[in-house]
């Protein structure tokens, strides 16, 4: 591999996060995110108020940035960019800044997908942090994806599984706002689980064909679960919260993981990653890194920082496509479906 010195700024707003990250080469010098908190009240992202939001925090985000890494843009090699999958109004406005910059200064834009940004993530560089090596499998579990994928190499990937409906952050997120919890809810069911019995109720699951995923009707299976018991005793959810937590993460924790443990049979991989703001459950990436005895495999799992939606993970990805001179013209537009 060429052997570069490059400094990326990158920029991530595909969905309720503002972000930027200045990587020098594979180590990030600064990470700087912008949650938005105005979602939270109308329990799930609001697409305008987004890229309004967007808006207002991509100066003061990318100039922290900056500041953090103790760089001044002439220093900068090429501006990474999320491109999709994602909102389209929120990709816009990371996307017209992005181009905005790199044609200011001179430099080249590179276009990330958000999905390999996730994967890619385990590849920035941490002192005492292993990465995985190729071929591996990485289970990509976010808000709005869940997959198996292939990876085999930096910048090429197979999807072996996916899900056919929801995503397994929705039917974190979905169930969190049937017990009235605000938006997102998947860190509190995460937070309550802690505290919670796994196997106190049961959740029945969909038969889908292959390595593929279906979130769909767990999620309608827990609304009516929620409905039933909250008709014979109102303060059923209160009283128990703890235990649904506990149960129904568990529950959505082993649909993942059977699958998982399929393909890797079947492939015979050694190295398996998670990805994507789910991998930040707590429960999981303990289950996870158990099956390491389990199935004598390794596993790799992110630092918390860079599971949920962030820029460095596209400044790695960007990096990545800088070795291999893959630059695009300031006529991209954004996708807001796109595959890896
Ligand atoms: O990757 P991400 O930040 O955004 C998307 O690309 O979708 O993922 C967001 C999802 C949300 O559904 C959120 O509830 C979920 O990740 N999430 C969690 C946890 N932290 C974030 N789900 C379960 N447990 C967590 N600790
Ligand atoms: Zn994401």
Redesign the pocket.
């Known amino acids: 591999m060429q052997n570069l010195n490059t400094y990326i700024l990158a920029i991530e707003s595909?969905?309720d996060?503002t972000s930027c990250a200045i990587l020098h080469n594979n180590v990030v010098l600064a990470n700087v995110t912008a949650n938005q908190k105005i979602h939270e009240q109308y329990g799930g992202v609001v697409p305008e108020l987004a890229s309004r939001d967007h808006q207002k925090n991509i100066v003061p985000v990318v100039n922290e940035a900056l500041k953090a890494a103790n760089i001044k843009t002439g220093q900068l090699s090429a501006i990474a960019v999320t491109i999709g999958p994602?909102l389209m109004g929120s990709l816009l406005v990371g996307l017209s800044f992005a181009k905005s910059m790199a044609m200011a200064l001179n430099i080249p834009l590179i276009e990330v997908n958000?999905?390999q940004g996730?994967i890619l993530a385990h590849f920035i560089k941490e002192e005492g942090v292993e990465m995985p090596q190729f071929p591996f499998l990485c289970l990509t579990?976010?808000?709005?994806?869940t997959q198996l994928v292939k990876a085999t190499d930096h910048l090429s990937f197979e999807i072996l599984g996916s899900t056919i409906d929801d995503?397994?952050?929705?039917a974190?997120?979905k169930a969190?706002k049937v017990m009235g919890l605000p938006?997102?809810?998947?860190?509190l069911?995460?937070?309550y689980a802690k505290e919670g019995d796994p196997n106190k109720f049961k959740f029945s699951s969909s038969n889908v064909s292959g390595f593929d995923y279906s979130f769909s009707g767990i999620k309608t299976s827990f609304l009516y679960f929620i409905q039933n018991n909250s008709q014979k005793d109102a303060d059923f959810v209160t009283k128990n919260l703890n235990d649904i937590c506990a149960s129904y993460?568990q529950h959505l924790i082993n649909v993942l993981l059977k699958n998982a443990k399929a393909v890797l049979k079947e492939t015979g991989i050694k190295h398996l990653a998670i990805a994507?703001?789910?991998?930040?459950?707590?429960e999981?990436r303990k289950q996870i890194k158990n099956l390491e005895a389990e199935l004598n495999i390794k596993t790799f799992i992110p630092k918390f920082e860079y599971?949920?939606?962030n820029a460095a993970m596209i400044g790695i990805a960007g990096y990545y496509k800088f070795l291999k001179n893959e630059f695009s013209d300031l006529n991209s537009v954004p996708q807001a479906r796109m595959s890896l």
């Open positions: 595909s969905c996060d994602g958000h999905m996730h579990v976010s808000g709005g994806h995503a397994v952050g929705e974190f997120d969190a938006y997102p809810g998947g860190p069911i995460d937070k993460q994507g703001g789910v991998s930040a459950n707590s999981l599971c949920t939606d």
